[in-house]
């Protein structure tokens, strides 16, 4: 029954999927060393890593030069690798189609987060109206980290949902207004004035987070970024890249979406795309 698959393979019919290459399904077949998952409902990320190599070693799964990307958007049945799939049940149920977005936008949000390494206390600027935001929002306020977000004030219904979630919000496009906003809400919050941790989650916003990133800040962006420039060395910016999801954190959202940290209902969308909420396709 698992012709075709190696002996840690899962074959997974999907049930839904979303951006970036993300599912729910469960497991049809199995590798002779995975076969204690056959009938369960999983969670399956756009990447497995090799899991073994210097670059995996270094907390680099999602960039593995060994790594096998996969496409689920054309397929029903996937195969990938039963070391990295999450079993759903038990307590880790999730909804239908929303759960697709799961191991896509949601744990992305959570690399973010995870690779800037926020510590509590520290001032932290979002930008980007995207579902990338939304979540890494939700997770920053669980962590007891209430950041300042710069949004373009044209983006209604994105501005309505951070003033609901009570974060700062600078609705500008310029950057000494937007500089000003945030520098006021961290004074506010005792935090003086600690270097800034600038997260980027879209592309055609990165000028505006290396604007903001100031002497020793760090600036994290989500590739494909845009570019990125000289001057940053020159107030010792720190610049991390995030490429993809890291399937280690998967588990991890998944309890936080279940627990309610992460409002994942109201955080995906199955019909076309409504600005800042995660597609999820059922299959
Ligand atoms: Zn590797």
């Not at 729910?24 to 990320?45: D, F, M, S």
């Not at 593995?64 to 397929?75: K, S």
């Not at 990125?228 to 060395?233: I, K, P």
Request: hydrophobic fraction near 45%.
């Amino acid at each position: 029954m698992s012709e075709g698959l190696g002996e840690d393979d899962v074959a997974i019919e999907l049930e839904a999927v979303s951006e970036p290459g993300a599912g729910i399904g469960r497991v049809v077949r199995a590798g002779e060393r995975a076969q204690v998952l056959i009938g369960k409902r999983v969670l399956v990320g756009p990447v497995d890593p090799c899991g073994e190599c210097e670059v995996c070693r270094r907390g680099g799964g999602p960039v593995c030069p060994l790594a096998r990307r996969r496409e689920t958007r054309t397929q029903t049945t996937i195969v990938a690798a039963g070391r990295w799939v999450v079993t759903l049940g038990e307590g880790l149920e999730l909804p239908h189609p929303a759960g697709a977005a799961v191991p896509g936008a949601i744990a992305l949000a959570y690399t973010l987060y995870a690779r800037t390494g926020v510590g509590p206390r520290e001032p932290v600027v979002v930008i980007g109206a995207t579902p990338i935001s939304r979540f890494l929002i939700e997770i920053l306020l669980a962590k007891g980290i209430s950041p300042a977000i710069v949004a373009n004030p044209d983006h209604g219904p994105w501005v309505d949902w951070l003033l609901g979630k009570g974060v700062t919000v600078a609705r500008t496009t310029r950057v000494d207004e937007a500089r000003a906003t945030c520098t006021a809400a961290f004074a506010a919050q005792g935090l003086g004035a600690r270097p800034w941790r600038v997260i980027v989650t879209d592309g055609a916003e990165t000028a505006t987070g290396v604007a903001l990133a100031g002497p020793r800040a760090t600036l994290t962006v989500l590739a494909p970024a845009g570019p990125l420039s000289g001057d940053l060395a020159a107030r010792e910016v720190t610049v991390i890249g995030v490429a993809g999801v890291h399937p280690d954190l998967v588990v991890e959202v998944a309890a936080m979406c279940v627990k309610g940290d992460i409002d994942l209902t109201g955080g995906t969308a199955a019909g076309p795309t409504p600005d800042h909420r995660a597609i999820v396709t059922p299959v």
